[in-house]
């Protein structure tokens, strides 16, 4: 009997100690959120945090709302949002990469549409060896799919590809082997394979090189930031959260996804 | 989900962008289908052929070897087979017909995968089957290929059928391979070079990222495959009872 009234009030403290958040928003950055807050859940047993996902601007609406104490933004936020608080997590960069044997250094925003949708179909039209161009796509989800078709406002179906890819590790084996290849991954990835001799080129684009460096400091175009929000300052179980999600602690998780802690040198 | 809310898209959808409400499977079955039928045709004689060598026409030391290196080679895994077929064959399919990443490279690739499988499953039915009649058909004077052709290899339809089926099943399960060297575009091919992407490719490409009812449509595709593998199952079952071994 006494054995159950200890487990009864353990139970009951239990509960009461029960803090819970909602997250809602950016589908590019729920993984990464999902697994800081398992992440989190295990180190701060009384603690839940649900993440749910339903777009950017789900996340502004819900955070307004108070339906989530956090709202994620795959993007900078606009002018008519700034009665959100805003946090940047990472900057998500990708990088237009191609085969280190193709003499090609820089292709523009029009070239690399009409490459995608097959307007232009050989490297010689763009200044290259007259050699047929293969066409590498991410599948779809992916977030360097989303943020690629929203920067050369494409359609997904728009595109015709002659090979689809799952992460970036597999665009990068596909590129290295073959010559005539284009194709885009995080930059993070992309950058660290040339590093360690895989013969691949990351394309200069309007003028910036592809750089980490660069998607940091914001001089490369091709990138987004990636913002938690909240409605007034953060309280409680939020504010904690998104203390721990900026801290040292949390940027090795955001470089497995690829993306680039804001706060990393 | 995808289901009552899209009814039947999953066959009449004009193609697979989940993203934007077309949820056509039918290309990635096909695609699941005939990876997996031109690997059978592949490997089967493969297989049988292997078997017969070690079977017959080996030393027992030799054949020790033999067995022991299939039995080694069906322990590798299918990730490695994958990595493989993209640096080493795909490269020399790309200098044939771009882009390399083909049909034809998935299903040299899985036949390569299950061909032991059935090796291994024949030399035992051999071994069952040879140990009361090959003696008899030796002494009546029948060559060894005679024996093979004629005695060994039509009674033995059941089995094979099994060791098909069971490659079958491996085949039209596998992922990793043919995720990497097939492609992966959903589109019904029109040639062996032409890539394709598979039932299963699909789960493993969009699975981590897809929400909503994106990632009911791939449960449902999973559904798909595995109501596939259950007829062909029953199926299986049928024909094994007709051509059990009557002897």
């Avoid at chain 1, 232009?120 to 200044?127: D, I, M, Q, R, S």
């Avoid at chain 2, 989900?1 to 009814?7: P, R």
């Avoid at chain 2, 998935?106 to 036949?111: N, S």
């Avoid at chain 2, 598979?198 to 994106?214: D, P, V």
Wanted: net charge positive; charged share 20%; aromatic share 10%.
């Amino acid at each position: 009997m006494r054995f159950l009234a200890v487990i009864l009030l353990f139970l009951g403290f239990a509960t009461y100690a029960d803090e819970k958040i909602v997250i809602t928003g950016s589908s590019t950055m729920a993984p990464v959120i999902s697994d800081l807050a398992k992440l989190y859940e295990s180190k701060n047993s009384d603690s839940r945090i649900d993440v749910q996902t339903g777009g950017s601007s789900r996340g502004i609406l819900d955070a307004r709302k108070g339906l989530a104490q956090i709202g994620l933004v795959s993007r900078a936020l606009k002018e008519n949002e700034g009665d959100l608080r805003h946090f940047t997590l990472a900057k998500d960069g990708l990088a237009i990469i191609i085969h280190n044997l193709n003499p090609i250094k820089e292709l523009t925003e029009d070239q690399i549409k009409n490459i995608y949708i097959k307007n232009v179909t050989n490297w010689k039209l763009v200044g290259g060896k007259d050699k047929e161009i293969v066409v590498v796509n991410k599948a779809e989800g992916r977030s360097t799919l989303e943020l690629f078709l929203k920067f050369f406002k494409l359609k997904n179906s728009e595109i015709k590809p002659d090979i689809i890819i799952g992460d970036n590790e597999q665009g990068i084996k596909t590129v290295s082997k073959n010559p005539n290849a284009i194709a885009y991954v995080s930059i993070g990835a992309a950058e660290y394979n040339a590093s360690v001799g895989v013969p691949l080129k990351l394309l200069r684009f309007k003028g910036a090189e592809a750089k980490v460096q660069n998607v940091k400091n914001g001089t490369y175009p091709l990138m987004r930031e990636l913002n938690l929000v909240t409605k007034g300052n953060p309280k409680g179980l939020a504010d904690k959260f998104i203390k721990y999600v900026l801290s040292e602690e949390a940027r090795q998780t955001i470089k497995d996804h690829y993306f680039v802690p804001i706060n990393a040198k | 989900m995808a289901l009552s809310g899209h009814g039947t898209s999953f066959i009449f959808d004009e193609s697979w962008f989940p993203t934007e409400g077309q949820f056509n499977m039918i290309p990635m079955l096909v695609g699941s289908l005939l990876v997996t039928f031109g690997s059978l045709l592949l490997a089967l004689p493969l297989g049988i052929f292997s078997s017969l060598f070690a079977s017959f026409y080996c030393s027992p030391r030799i054949k020790t070897f033999y067995r022991r290196a299939i039995e080694l080679y069906t322990g590798i895994p299918s990730v490695i087979f994958g990595l493989w077929g993209l640096m080493k064959l795909v490269p020399i399919i790309n200098q044939i017909q771009p882009p390399g990443q083909s049909l034809l490279a998935g299903t040299l690739i899985l036949a390569l995968m299950i061909f032991p499988i059935i090796a291994l499953s024949l030399i035992s039915s051999f071994e069952m089957a040879s140990k009361n009649h090959f003696k008899v058909s030796e002494s009546l004077g029948l060559k060894k290929s005679t024996y093979i052709w004629f005695i060994l290899l039509p009674n033995l339809k059941g089995q094979i059928l099994g060791a098909t089926i069971l490659s079958f099943g491996r085949a039209i399960g596998e992922t990793m391979a043919v995720l990497m060297v097939c492609g992966n575009i959903v589109k019904i091919p029109s040639s062996m070079f032409e890539p394709i992407r598979t039932l299963t490719a699909n789960i493993a490409l969009e699975m981590a990222y897809a929400m909503g009812t994106h990632r009911s449509a791939l449960f449902l595709s999973g559904l798909l495959l595995l109501s596939m593998i259950g007829v062909l199952l029953l199926l299986s079952d049928f024909l094994k009872k007709r051509f059990a071994w009557k002897a």
